[in-house]
């Protein structure tokens, strides 16, 4: 079941903050997050596990809420490099690995 | 230490021909996994190899295979080709259970 992301698309300039949700139908075990930009390949952001575990960025935060079956990516103070569209992914079979369905992304531009 | 790469990065193709895509994953990486890229679709994916075993496959016709060598370098197979073909197909490798994926740059797949 592909996770649903929202909002679909925003539109920042330099210094706000922004947030980008990720729900599931099913339970979660792990979430993963990640940034493409234009013409580039996926860039791995963070990944939260069930437990509180955490790995990844230090400058982007999130939260993994379990029982709402949701996980928030927080950029705050953004900046022209975050640009770029985030997916979330979640794995198919459940535990924290199997292979991963993405959302369908949020397109994230900063402007000056 | 080098990334996923990913050989051809573009590729023009006739319907009906097939092709051969190749993936060498980070040295250590036993795990890789395949999506396809469509602006309309997102990131769908494909199957996911480890240790030379398909773990899981998706929702594909069987003209998609796979297969995975003793290095963990893989390769996808698509024959009879379609023009909904036309694609971004990226892999990605990543340690095993709880990590992040590393993607390749992708390989480009024009389908005429």
């Known amino acids: 079941q592909q996770p649903v992301q929202s909002p679909q698309a925003v539109i920042l300039r330099e210094g706000e903050d922004a947030v980008i949700n990720c729900s599931s139908s099913k339970a979660l075990y792990s979430v993963h997050w990640y940034r493409q930009k234009h013409g580039e390949a996926p860039v791995f952001l963070m990944i939260l596990l069930k437990g509180g575990e955490q790995k990844g960025h230090e400058k982007i935060s999130a939260s993994f809420n379990e029982k709402k079956q949701q996980s928030s990516l927080y950029l705050t103070a953004s900046q022209l490099s975050y640009s770029g569209t985030y997916f979330c992914?979640?794995?198919?079979?459940?535990?924290?690995?199997?292979?991963?369905?993405f959302g369908k992304g949020t397109k994230l531009s900063v402007k000056p | 230490k080098a990334g996923v790469t990913q050989t051809p990065r573009y590729l023009i193709k006739t319907r009906g021909q097939q092709v051969t895509l190749s993936c060498s994953p980070i040295s250590g990486h036993r795990s890789v996994s395949w999506y396809q890229q469509t602006p309309g679709q997102g990131l769908q994916f494909l199957f996911e190899?480890?240790?030379?075993?398909?773990?899981n496959k998706g929702n594909f016709p069987g003209r998609f295979s796979g297969r995975q060598f003793s290095n963990s370098r893989s390769e996808m197979n698509v024959s009879t080709l379609e023009l909904g073909d036309s694609a971004l197909y990226l892999c990605a490798s990543s340690q095993g259970q709880g990590d992040g994926y590393t993607f390749g740059s992708g390989t480009r797949l024009t389908v005429v």
């Open positions: 992914g979640t794995p198919n079979y459940g535990g924290s690995q199997g292979n991963l369905i």
């Open positions: 190899y480890f240790s030379e075993t398909q773990r």
